[in-house]
């Protein structure tokens, strides 16, 4: 029972260990502050870094970051869930936001989103590869329908325009 208990905090520490940031992290880390006057600054940042690097952050990240800018971890927690770009759960490694506010609604977002889900869903290269989600206002309401394609946006976005990015992505990965 109690080697069991041993083998179980193992298991955990080795999967908290495979989440901390990694030393290429930390040199970028150091880079950065360069142009903030403040570390705290410098947050942002720093999480797109993590999600990008890890597809996630993690509560060991969001520890290792709050101690690198000098800040309570509460602090951190409170931006990394205030942000849809960044994410408590493992996402595939591109995301694709479809904004289905007012104006994106009315020039036929809901219908967009719906049928990029249905690709994504059976395009047998894009299984796992993809983080569909629908989000607020992307801030570019005169190009409506807008979409945000990792951190670029696509303006008057439609499903075949789409369709091209994630091919591209595709074939980049491959
Ligand atoms: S409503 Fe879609 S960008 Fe503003």
């Not at 290429?24 to 999480?47: G, I």
């Not at 690198?68 to 960044?86: K, R, S």
């Not at 007012?102 to 967009?112: V, Y």
């Not at 005169?142 to 990015?165: I, Q, T």
Request: proline share 2%; glycine share 4%; hydrophobic share 35%.
């Amino acid at each position: 029972m109690g080697k069991d208990r041993d083998k179980d905090k193992d298991k955990e520490l080795t999967s908290k260990n495979e989440m901390k940031l990694s030393q290429e992290f930390y040199k970028k880390a150091q880079e950065l502050f360069k142009d903030y006057p403040k570390r705290v600054h410098a947050l942002l940042p720093l999480l797109h870094m993590i999600q990008k690097e890890q597809g996630q952050i993690s509560d060991q990240a969001m520890e290792e970051v709050a101690d690198l800018v000098d800040v309570a971890i509460t602090h951190v927690q409170g931006v990394v869930t205030f942000y849809t770009m960044y994410s408590l759960k493992k996402r595939a490694p591109n995301y694709i936001g479809v904004c289905t506010n007012l104006s994106c609604w009315l020039r036929g977002s809901k219908e967009l989103s719906q049928s990029l889900l249905k690709m994504i869903d059976e395009e047998k290269d894009f299984k796992g590869k993809f983080h569909l989600e629908e989000t607020e206002c992307l801030g570019a309401c005169d190009h409506a329908p807008v979409a945000l394609c990792n951190e670029k946006y696509m303006e008057d976005a439609n499903l075949d325009d789409l369709k091209d990015w994630c091919l591209a992505k595709c074939s980049k990965d491959k």
